[in-house]
Every structure is written in C-alpha cells, then in structure tokens.
C-alpha cells in the first residue's frame, strides 16, 4: 500500500502544466489533494473555504470531492495566477473566485460558516487566525499545510510555525492533529 491518491481530478495535468508556465511553485501536494477530496466528500452540501487559490491545484482537488449541492469559495490576492484556476475551473457553479487580500476577505466576510476551511496562505493560518475560526461551523474541519521546513523560509518563519501549532493545540474549542506527512499538515475540528 502506498499513499498516493488513486483518483486524480480531470483537470490537474493542465493546472500542472500551467503552474510550470508561470513559474508557480507553490501548489498543492497531490497526498494533501487526496485528503482535501475526500474531507470534501464526507461533507454533502459542505460549505467550503479555501484560503489561496494559486493556480487551483487544491481547489481542483475540492471540487473533485464535493457533491453536486456543495460550494467552495476560493481567495486569492494574485489576479494573474487566479486566473489560471479561473480558466480550467471557472465554469464549474460550485465555485465562486474572489480575487483580493484572504485578510481583507476574512474582515468583511458576514456569511455563514464554513464545514471545512483550507487555509493555504499565510492569511487564515498565520495573520487572522482568531477571525478564520470564528468561521469554521460546529463539527467543521480546518486544514493547514506546508508545516514541514520549504525552500525560502526565513529564518523566523520556523518559530512562526511552532508559535501557531502551540496557539492551535491549545485551544479548548478544536480538536487537533498534526499529521507529519505530505508537506506537514494540521487538522482541527469544532468541538464547541
């Protein structure tokens, strides 16, 4: 047994090949792909926020999971690297693209909570932690990656990880787990 997925979305290739073109290098690891799709998928008619859209690679993997009656609302501060997703996903109803600051989208926001939040930025995961959970519904799921060490870090950027695992494990209102694989990931679900 191995841990790469076994259903790929249709679209992936192009959004690969496309994130190649631009240079884009931050886009979602195919093993956390599997588990977005399938967290997508325990939820029908989910509520879905996904924080940092890049060229949507992990939003393809959303959509891959998500039934017919669910819907995703992608952030993204890039217009030019948005609109790759906008191009290969944009047709698809379930999704709604906004193009601007994830902090600035988390401060207006005044909808409805979210059944799982993907926070793939450093808005939602290292800025506005407080106002992304608020935003997570009862028994919803939030999901953060790209915990391992990456090419580029600053030097602070470790104690920044170590300082939001603390924050996030020790809340009383989620239930969290590390989960040392794929790019390192973090999954807290609303208890309370």
């Known amino acids: 047994m191995d841990d ?8 992936l290739r192009r959004l690969r090949a496309a994130a190649r073109e631009t240079g884009f290098l931050m886009s979602c690891e195919e093993r956390t792909g599997g588990l977005l799709a399938a967290l997508a998928a325990a939820r029908p008619g989910g509520r879905i926020l996904e924080l940092g859209t890049g060229v949507g690679e992990g939003t393809a993997w959303l959509l891959s999971g998500m039934d017919g009656a669910s819907g995703l609302v992608t952030v993204e501060l890039d217009p030019d690297v948005q609109a790759v997703a ?3 996903l944009g047709s698809d109803p379930r999704v709604t693209f906004a193009t601007m600051d994830g902090g600035d989208w988390l401060e207006a926001y005044d909808g409805e909570p979210f059944d799982l939040v ?4 450093w808005p939602g995961k290292f800025t506005h ?5 608020e935003l997570v519904a009862p028994g919803g799921t939030y999901l953060i990656d790209d915990l391992f060490p990456q090419p580029g870090w600053p030097e602070s950027h470790e104690v920044a990880v170590r300082r939001l695992l603390t924050e996030l494990e020790g809340r009383e209102d989620f239930r969290s787990v590390r989960m040392a694989w794929a790019s390192g990931l973090l999954m807290a679900v609303r208890t309370g």
């Open 86 to 88: 906008r191009a290969q």
């Open 4 to 11: 790469t997925p076994s259903q790929l979305p249709a679209t």
């Open 118 to 121: 993907f926070a793939d930025t």
């Open 129 to 133: 932690l407080d106002r992304v959970l």
